[in-house]
Nanobody, 128 residues
Framework: VQLQASGGGLVQAGGSLRLSCAAS????????MGWFRQAPGKEREFVVA????????HYADSVKGRFTISRDNAKNTVYLQMNSLEPEDTAVYHC??????????????????????WGQGTLVTVSS
């Protein structure tokens, strides 16, 4: 599966952005989809994941209550709605696909090496 993330940009603190990740392939609906981010000089970190139906999610504590993941399997697209953005959210955001139906535990679904497919990333910059 090929992934293409979009929607990044420059926003002031407290603002909102919605990221999209378009996927190719007929089996999109069978993948767990995740968003990760990498800030300058830091390691890539888990943000959120969603199971095939959209009925189960895991969020990193740092984004709970501010970010919302959703997916539209008919459009082969996963979304990340980001509200109340903070300068600490500045990073390149990558979407990723994990070839499994079940989202599993937080510890497993947050692992970078669980995801075989990655998009190129979209830059989000939050100014203070």
């Amino acid at each position: 599966v090929q992934l293409q993330a979009s929607g990044g940009g420059l926003v002031q603190a407290g603002g909102s952005l919605r990221l999209s990740c378009a996927a190719s392939g007929r089996t999109f609906g069978s993948y767990v989809m995740g968003w990760f981010r990498q800030a300058p000089g830091k390691e890539r970190e888990f943000v959120v994941a969603i199971n095939w139906s959209g009925g189960s999610t895991h969020y990193a504590d740092s984004v709970k209550g501010r970010f919302t993941i959703s997916r539209d399997n008919a459009k082969n697209t996963v979304y990340l709605q980001m509200n109340s953005l903070e300068p600490e959210d500045t990073a390149v955001y990558h979407c990723a696909a994990r070839s499994t139906w079940s989202i599993g535990s937080y510890s497993s679904t947050s692992r970078i090496d669980e995801y075989a497919y990655w998009g190129q990333g979209t830059l989000v910059t939050v100014s203070s």
